[in-house]
């Protein structure tokens, strides 16, 4: 089992930023792979980005360059650092973990982005 808690969604303007967090129950080391999924009112939910037990990345084409997910073991935490977001960038933003091949997620964060 792994649970994880997500943090640090909010109400932001066009053109800025923020940080969200996913603090897992166990340590990521031991995760084969950790990702950050959003989901927009009406919509189906969508990869953001991922990143796996060796550092590598991937990233939609929707947010490259824009998003930037990295990990801190010692914190057994990922993050997804958001810049220049957009309104289409609203959504409901939840963490994975794929643990033995169990797929497990968090309760979700809300991200708004509106002038």
């Known amino acids: 089992q792994v649970q994880l808690v997500e943090s640090g969604g909010g109400l932001v303007q066009p053109g800025g930023s923020l940080r969200l967090s996913c603090a897992a129950s166990?340590?990521?080391?031991?995760?084969?792979?950790m990702a950050w999924h959003r989901q927009a009112p009406g919509k189906v939910r969508e990869l953001v980005a991922g990143?796996?037990?060796?550092?590598?990345?991937t990233y939609a084409d929707s947010v490259k360059g824009r998003f930037t997910m990295s990990r801190e073991n010692v914190k057994n935490t990922v993050y997804l650092q958001m810049n220049s977001l957009k309104l289409d960038d609203t959504a409901v933003y939840f963490c994975s973990a794929r643990y033995q091949g169990v797929t497990f997620w968090g309760q979700g964060t809300q991200v708004s982005v509106s002038s």
């Open positions: 166990r340590s990521i080391f031991s995760i084969t792979f």
């Open positions: 990143i796996s037990t060796s550092g590598i990345t």
